[in-house]
């Protein structure tokens, strides 16, 4: 599915909570986007099914860029401004809207298994106030580790950059973990809490004499991914990454491909 049409397919879940109500003449809902950086394509999405802003709809953007420790803060005020719905821009912002309203319908996106996360009940049968999509998971990791090892294949020591405040970060080094044995391959985890972390990281990889990266798939990481792509440049490591990184004339690196 390409990017506009899982937006598509997100924004026509978001209306569900609100074609929920009665269409009252003149309302104007309220959507809360938390951890957004664009909303372009929502906003385009949900003018395709008739919720125009400034007409019929308001949104209420609140992002805390990497400063995920913030979303907590950002949650509760968009419940206090009662908004219709709460969309989830990923997992961290997901669990903070949890966190904060067990009434006001949300909507996840980009959350991994939210079965093991304790998010839902079931994916059939979720229960309480949380619906969506999920694109990332464990599994995500490990095919990104077998597509790695294939296209660098003389890669044995393999650095992966992972956030300890991620809650989905645990699942993912697992399943990495368990298929870096069958591909010889050896694993440096190496968190990275902050972005004052990331040439601590870098300067480690560098000692243990590391041969490609992996990037778990993070807020805080997608928020520095230009430096991240910069510091695997100047070391000429092979690096997977998730998300589309502009670099400059040194680096390119893109999701499912590898900068060699």
């Excluded at 990923?90 to 309203?101: G, I």
């Excluded at 996840?108 to 106030?129: A, E, F, I, W, Y």
């Excluded at 992966?160 to 080094?173: C, D, E, R």
């Excluded at 902050?194 to 560098?206: K, V």
Aim: with cysteine; aromatic share 4%.
């Amino acid at each position: 599915m390409n990017r506009r049409a899982f937006i598509a397919t997100v924004s026509a879940i978001l209306v569900a909570p609100l074609a929920a109500e009665a269409q009252q003449a003149g309302k104007v809902f309220r959507i809360g986007a938390l951890g957004f950086g664009s909303l372009e394509l929502v906003r385009q999405s949900l003018r395709d099914v008739g919720y125009v802003e400034g007409l019929n709809l308001a949104i209420e953007r609140r992002d805390a860029g990497a400063k995920t420790e913030q979303l907590d803060a950002l949650a509760a005020e968009l419940v206090r401004l009662k908004v219709d719905v709460i969309v989830a821009a990923h997992p961290a912002a997901t669990f903070a809207a949890k966190r904060s309203t067990a009434s006001i319908p949300i909507v996840m996106v980009n959350t991994p298994d939210p079965v093991q996360l304790g998010l839902v009940v079931s994916l059939g049968r979720p229960g309480g106030n949380i619906t969506g999509t999920t694109t990332l998971s464990a599994e995500m990791s490990i095919k990104q580790l077998e597509l790695l090892k294939e296209v660098v294949p003389r890669a044995v020591r393999i650095a992966v950059l992972w956030n300890p405040s991620n809650p989905w970060h645990p699942l993912a080094l697992k399943g990495a973990g368990d298929s870096a044995r069958s591909l010889a391959a050896q694993l440096q985890l190496l968190a990275v809490p902050g972005p004052e972390e990331l040439h601590n990281a870098f300067a480690a990889m560098s000692r243990k004499r590391a041969e490609a990266i992996l990037v778990l798939a993070d807020p805080l990481f997608f928020f520095y991914r230009s430096r991240i792509a910069d510091l695997a440049a100047k070391r000429r490591l092979p690096t997977m990454v998730w998300a589309n990184v502009d670099a400059g004339s040194r680096s390119r690196c893109c999701g499912g491909r590898i900068k060699l």
